[in-house]
């Protein structure tokens, strides 16, 4: 950590005087200096004079400006916009295939290659183009297909020149350039893979809520023309606005003007349908919502709401679910299947009637949202060309994706997703908790097995998901250039583009660390046993892995120009520290329990310990709130302490704590590493063992460790004495207030072979306590080749650290870094493989050393991926050495306690039985079954495995020689 520091103070160079990322992962075609043939946005004190005809669309008009007024930021000229014929000398010619005819006329004559474009959806070019007219010796040229195509690539050079598309939502700075160069060439984008790329904006009170209502008034168009300007910026093209206390198109009649003005295409949630909000219902609506027994002020409800928005770009969910996006009423599934078949039918006559005769070129959307996948998946059909939108569990995990014959439907398919959730098994929407490979992992599915039309992703309040929003709605865009094997080098471009290029590195490792710890377990569903203070150091390694991402991230902070710090606060310090501070929280609160049922001293310290982090978390809030004025006030007013059932605490709540009267003297209290137990036994608590260390083994040689605790208010002095010189204690004798940790190791070079036993006598305040150890010197016969050693009773093996793999049919187990909750995952790619034969796939091996012969247990701690695909599992094959693979399906059990577990966990935790017949060197092999299963540790339980939330740290590995 020091030399991590040192070398942030050491650096030479300042982020104010590195240039800026380019657009992520795309090639660089704004230089800072003139390059041949190239063409001068600024130079010498003097911009290029932009032009739009008049003709084009008025959203091309408003990008248009917002591009003048980015290149002024950057260099503080600001270009003259004009739509007159006077180009000027070097003008940035601006417009959209047959809406401009300055551009058609370039088209026409060959200037730029109209191909590329005609009938593309949101394609576009930039291009530097010589003699584009009389009297012009060069012109830069951004073409678009359609309207959107011209604005992305208006907002392309935006980002280009160095203005990020968090430029206002996350204060990211822009850097001054004296000059601005576009290099030769021709630059741009072709149609996306996915057709509509958006956000669903929900859960949005408090925080989203308090914060526009202070600073615009509302969720009016204000406030909405930045969220569209967002969504055009990252290239995206949908938006489902805010509902729970909002109605979109009524508390605001310029909201959809100017959303279709802007070019964003609007919808509403999976259970508004026909473009009316749920508010409107509650204002307006008479009777209830029920269409058996309400059917006719439905139907007229829903008229004026397409007629209201049938002048503008928008997506029509259809169906329907009960009032307050619950299940529809009624037992039986077949009856509402009935009823929903009507409703739809019901609802395409309207569209037809109100919007267009051809209800066939009218988006529809039917949601497949919890309940209403079964009623799909029971027989109800809607037509073609209606857009089945499958959705996740509402935890990133996909529920179900179209077959091949679905695939088929003119109307194709997409994907509702979470990055927020209010409901079973708890709420979660305070901060960003969602692991990019994860997400990557779960669309890249979503991709390949044809969910293309629609993706949709509910993002809560907006700002604390902004690193998510990005990456969801770039990998739409353009998912190729975001393979599995360049997330790092996304994260390395997205903090390159934000910060520059000198932390860029550490940037992006910190908010990749941050994205694996966070989603390990959501602060919401923490709790003071969630992690062991007893076994594996879990709690302090877990503590620790977040002191050290956020001392870390502290001395970036630190190292930053200041007009960079607010930013760096809120996509990085911030949720790093928030996420922290809540699970030492947590850890503390368990200490303070464990430790007041020992008796030690310091378990008030916990209690204060906690009650410091419970107001440092408050702090932390006012921090955010103050930040650039007080500009994103209300933005973190969501609680996330005190759970007690899937709703928010009204306000955070202190865990509860206890405290300790302490007698006056000292008396002596001692625990160790791997017992919740104290020695000598409380008054009353009588100890059932005796004081075992856990055992030390020659192979992964540990250290163990002995608490000496007061249970008392003096102070005393203790000696500590081993049974044995090969038995290391770290200090002999010392003094404790409240407690000191002895560590307990073993001098290999003297230590018996075999295995030896010995103990640690600790005597003070008139007390003694004898804590008893085995040291197992039984070295393991290398035989040169690479093998995990058994040890306390397991083998833990990182998925990624296989000792060797076979390919098979085409498929091939492969690494996905970053994924998962320790290291990394390894699955079967392609992902739309065929299902193998138990022990026909491709195969994965991991050679272990045993000391015994006996049964064992085999633990696959895997993602928590859905069996998306119908009438198939989610399935592996596992043996030992020779023995016959066993078929294990990841969701065997999957019941309603089991998923909640899993989504809790993060992963599932499959497991098969196996027996070895003798000591010695074995092999473990995986075999892939059904694509999809994301292995990322493997445990073998020889009997010794403890009760831990991420299971037993890996153990030692022999390396081939």
Same mark, same amino acid.
């Given at each position: ?6 070398s ?79 180009l ?9 295939l ?44 951004i ?66 809520t ?18 569209f ?8 093209n949908y ?16 909201n ?11 919808g ?46 928008s ?21 509402n ?47 073609d ?13 996909v ?42 992992e ?5 991709l ?8 949709i992703?509910?993002v ?25 094997e ?34 390990r ?8 046993n ?15 892995d ?18 960079? !710090?607010? +930013?760096?606060?809120? %996509?990085?310090?911030?949720?790093? $520290?928030? =996420? &922290?501070?809540?699970?030492? #929280?947590? /850890? @503390? ?5 464990l ?20 107001q ?39 865990p ?13 209290g ?5 017992? !919740?137990? +104290?020695?000598?036994? %409380?008054?009353?608590?009588p100890? $059932?063992? =005796? &004081?075992?260390?856990?055992? #030390?083994? /020659? @192979? ?19 000696t ?70 058994a ?32 290291l ?8 739309t ?11 994965l ?79 473990l ?15 073998v ?21």
């Open positions: 950590m020091k030399r991590f520091i040192r942030l103070l050491l650096a030479t160079a300042t982020v104010a005087l590195a240039p800026q990322a380019w657009a992520l992962g795309q090639p660089r075609y704004v230089e800072a200096q003139a390059t041949p043939g190239g063409f001068a946005i600024v130079q010498g004190g003097v911009a290029a004079r932009l032009h739009v005809d008049a003709q084009d669309y008025a959203g091309v008009q408003r990008a248009a400006r917002d591009l003048a007024a980015d290149i002024g930021k950057v260099t503080g000229v600001t270009p003259v916009l004009g739509q007159d014929t006077d000027g000398a070097l003008p940035i010619l601006v417009g959209t047959g809406h401009s005819p300055t551009i058609d006329k370039l088209a026409a004559e060959g200037k730029i290659d109209a191909g590329v474009l005609k009938g593309k959806w949101e394609a576009f070019r930039i291009q530097v183009v010589a003699n584009p007219a009389p009297g012009i010796a060069s012109a830069l040229v073409a678009g297909s359609d309207k959107r195509g011209t604005i992305y690539g208006l907002y392309d050079v935006s980002e280009q020149i160095g203005v990020s598309p968090w430029a206002w939502w996350a204060d990211v700075p822009v850097r001054h350039r004296d000059s601005l160069y576009v290099k030769a060439g021709t630059y741009g984008e072709d149609p996306a893979p996915v057709k509509y790329r958006g956000i669903f904006l929900n859960d949005e009170a408090p925080a989203l308090g914060w526009a209502r202070e600073k615009f008034g509302g969720l009016n168009h204000q406030f909405y023309e930045h969220v300007e967002l969504i055009l910026r990252l290239k995206g938006l489902w606005p805010a509902m729970w206390g909002n109605a979109f198109n009524e508390d605001d009649p310029l959809p003007k100017i959303a279709d003005e802007y070019g964003v295409v609007m509403n949630s999976h259970h508004e349908p026909m473009l009316r909000s749920q508010q409107e219902w509650k204002r307006h609506g008479s009777g209830p919502w029920d269409y058996a027994q309400n059917g006719g002020v439905l139907r007229q409800f829903w008229s004026e709401g397409v007629r209201r928005n049938k002048d503008f770009e997506i029509v969910t259809i169906g329907m679910r009960g009032d307050g996006d619950m299940p529809m009423t009624g037992d039986a599934a077949a009856a299947t009935a009823l929903l078949e009507k409703i739809v039918a019901d609802q395409r006559q309207i569209l037809a009637k109100e919007v267009n005769p051809d209800v066939t070129q009218i988006p529809q959307i039917w949601a497949l949202y919890k309940e209403v996948q079964e009623y799909y998946e029971k027989g109800m059909r809607v037509p060309d209606v857009t089945l939108l499958w959705c996740d569990d509402n935890w990133g995990d529920r179900r994706l179209p077959t091949a014959e679905e695939r088929k439907r003119s109307g194709g398919a997409g994907m509702y997703y979470h990055f927020d959730y209010v409901g079973d098994p708890r709420n979660y929407k305070w901060i960003n908790t969602n692991s990019i490979p994860k997400v990557w779960q669309m890249n599915l979503t390949e097995y044809g969910a293309d039309r629609v993706w992703v509910n809560g309040d907006l700002k604390p998901m902004e690193l998510p929003i990005e990456f969801f709605l770039d990998y739409a865009r353009d998912p190729k250039r975001w393979p599995k360049k997330l790092p080098e996304f994260m390395a471009a997205w903090a390159e583009r934000e910060f520059g290029s000198e932390h860029a590195a550490d940037i992006a490792t910190l908010v990749t660390r941050y994205g694996m710890l966070v989603s377990r959501k602060p919401e569903l923490l709790d003071a969630t992690f062991s203070l007893t076994d594996y150091r879990e709690a302090e390694r877990v503590v620790a977040y002191r050290d991402l956020v001392a870390k991230a502290e001395a970036i902070q630190q190292a930053l120009p200041a007009d960079a !710090r607010d +930013a760096f606060f809120q %996509l990085v310090l911030h949720p790093a $520290k928030a =996420a &922290a501070q809540v699970t030492e #929280l947590y /850890v @503390a609160v368990g200490r303070n329990r430790y007041a049922d020992q008796g030690r001293a310091s378990a008030n310290a916990e209690a204060a310990k906690a009650r410091a982090l419970f440092a978390d408050a702090d932390l809030t006012k921090q955010y709130h103050a930040l650039n004025g007080g500009k994103w006030d209300h933005m973190m007013d969501q609680t996330h302490i005190g759970y007690a059932s899937w709703r928010e605490p009204l306000v955070n709540i202190m509860e704590t206890r405290e300790l009267a302490l007698p006056a003297e000292a008396k002596l001692v625990a160790v590493e791997g017992s !919740r137990q +104290a020695w000598p036994a %409380l008054d009353g608590k100890v $059932k063992d =005796a &004081a075992v260390l856990p055992d #030390l083994d /020659v @192979a992964n040689k540990p250290s163990r460790y002995i608490d000496v605790f007061n249970r008392g208010s003096k102070p005393f002095a203790y500590a004495k081993a049974s044995a010189p090969w038995i290391i204690l770290s200090q002999a004798k010392g003094t404790v207030t409240q407690e000191t940790r002895l560590q307990v190791a073993v001098d290999w070079a003297k230590a018996p072979a075999g295995v030896s036993t010995g103990s640690v006598t600790i005597t003070g305040a008139g007390g003694s306590v004898t804590v008893h150890l085995r040291a197992v010197n039984t070295p393991v016969p290398a035989d040169g080749q690479p093998a995990f050693i040890a306390d009773g397991y083998v833990s093996m990182e998925a990624e650290h296989y000792t060797a793999k076979a390919d098979a049919g085409g498929a091939a187990w492969q690494k996905i870094p970053d994924y998962g909750r320790t990394s995952g390894l699955a079967p790619f392609p992902v493989s065929a299902s193998f034969a138990a022990g026909q796939g491709p195969r091996d991991y050679r272990v050393y045993l000391p015994a012969a006996g049964p064992l247990t085999v633990q696959a701690i895997v993602g928590p991926t859905l069996n998306f695909v119908p009438g198939r599992g989610l399935r592996y094959a596992v043996a030992i050495d020779d023995e016959a693979p066993q078929v294990v399906d990841i969701l065997a059990l999957n019941g309603v306690a089991d998923w909640s577990k899993s989504v809790e966990d993060n992963a599932r935790k499959p497991t098969s039985h196996h027996t070895v017949a003798s000591a010695g060197y074995h092999t092999h995986i075999w892939m079954v059904d694509p999809a299963v994301v292995l990322t540790k493997l445990v339980d020889l009997g010794g495995v403890k009760p831990s939330y991420l299971g037993p740290p890996e153990s030692a590995r022999l390396a081939a020689r």
